[in-house]
């Protein structure tokens, strides 16, 4: 399930279909937060054979497609036991087609993780893991909301090293009003100097009702400054680049061969199952999404929050917002080969004025936003969405 790295303008992409499993549950609400989870594991026994329930209801939802990409998400995954996921695997294993050598990701937070924990982890077949560091500065830990420190995040790569993991991904949140330019360059330090091949880098965003909004909107936290965001933005897209990492995503860099094959997925439109509260689905032509509520999913009646089949125009939009934010850009062969030749058409047509405004290049028949205008990239296909006006 090789995803080789061409040099723009060259596309090669081959992936199987992908599991998304959303453990609900964290010790503490983080301020910034906006996915669905509870600062309680009470419902967790609850919450687990219903998943279990979930999983062989929901096993022909890919028709047999081999799965290549298995990933717990949420929440913190971290807080379930090696016993608990390696009961979810097993009965994933049972249930659907797995892939040669899958690749199978845990997120975690550094406070949950000692090297047995770790150990045992690898002994039941999870072989990458997500690291929720933020950052590696007490201070901007503190804003976050954040249950670790600093000692907590340093210790945390040294043991996973330790336990065999190679497949590390860390994340780190950038725009921090904590920071300034001096300490967000130690951030990426640090990261370097672990030698870690991946790293998820986001822009601090505020979303709505989130404890930190709340805070920020009483006067009670700094507020998040935009010259922050795009200063530290363009230290970080110098520095992994100075560093060997490719930008294959707008937040995400690695060495190369070292992506994120599951994520990847969703930005190339490959169909994946999302199995737990909140998560969603997609099989290629429709979408689906569960109840964003840990009581209502236990009730099989209330799980299923909604479902849609996704019109041409919907699918164009899609794959238009979502390509824009890779490294590969649209393919504008593939639009006029599996879409039709009026798409393609509107979309090179909609393009031109991106072009001479220098937001985006277009090479033999790929259309791209280079690293700076990444950041920019939902205003950029907003450009170059469908317009039904535009077509009668």
């Not at 497949?167 to 780190?172: A, G, Q």
């Not at 560093?243 to 860099?253: Q, T, W």
């Not at 985006?360 to 028949?365: D, G, M, V």
Request: aromatic share 12%; with cysteine.
């Amino acid at each position: 399930m090789e995803m080789p790295f061409p040099e723009r303008g060259i596309f090669c992409f081959c992936a199987m279909a992908g599991l998304y499993i959303h453990i609900p549950f964290c010790k503490s609400k983080c301020g910034y937060c906006g996915f669905y989870s509870l600062p309680s594991i009470k419902l967790k026994d609850r919450f687990l054979e219903a998943l279990k329930a979930e999983i062989m209801l929901r096993k022909d939802y890919l028709h047999d497609e081999p799965v290549g990409t298995v990933y717990f998400g949420g929440g913190t995954p971290s807080l379930l036991s090696t016993e608990e996921l390696e009961g979810i695997l097993h009965l994933i294993n049972i249930h659907y087609p797995i892939a040669e050598n899958p690749e199978i990701t845990l997120e975690a937070n550094p406070d949950t993780l000692s090297l047995e924990y770790l150990q045992a982890m690898r002994n039941i077949g999870i072989n990458r893991l997500s690291i929720g560091i933020q950052s590696f500065f007490d201070n901007d830990l503190q804003y976050l909301g954040r249950k670790h420190n600093a000692e907590h995040a340093r210790r945390c790569l040294f043991l996973a090293k330790q336990a065999g993991f190679e497949n590390l991904s860390l994340d780190l949140i950038y725009g921090l009003p904590t920071s300034n330019a001096e300490q967000w360059n130690r951030n990426l330090d640090l990261f370097f100097e672990a030698d870690i091949p991946h790293l998820s880098a986001y822009a601090l965003t505020l979303e709505p009702n989130s404890i930190l909004t709340k805070q920020i909107e009483l006067g009670k936290a700094a507020p998040v400054s935009e010259d922050d965001v795009l200063r530290d933005y363009d230290i970080l897209c110098r520095r992994a680049a100075e560093n060997g990492y490719l930008h294959y995503e707008i937040s995400n860099f690695c060495r190369r061969g070292i992506h994120s094959k599951h994520n990847a997925s969703y930005w190339f439109g490959t169909p994946y199952l999302g199995l737990g509260p909140s998560a969603h689905s997609f099989d290629g032509a429709s979408r689906q999404w569960n109840v964003s509520s840990v009581e209502k999913y236990l009730d099989a009646k209330l799980r299923d929050a909604g479902c849609e089949t996704l019109t041409p125009e919907q699918t164009y939009d899609e794959y238009v917002m979502l390509r824009l934010r890779t490294h590969w850009g649209i393919d504008l062969k593939w639009l006029k080969n599996k879409m039709g030749e009026r798409f393609a058409t509107y979309c090179e047509q909609q393009a031109q004025p991106l072009i001479r405004q220098g937001r985006l290049t277009q090479t033999r028949e790929f259309l791209y936003l280079n690293d700076q205008q990444l950041l920019f990239a939902d205003g950029v296909a907003e450009a170059l969405m469908w317009e039904v006006t535009s077509q009668e």
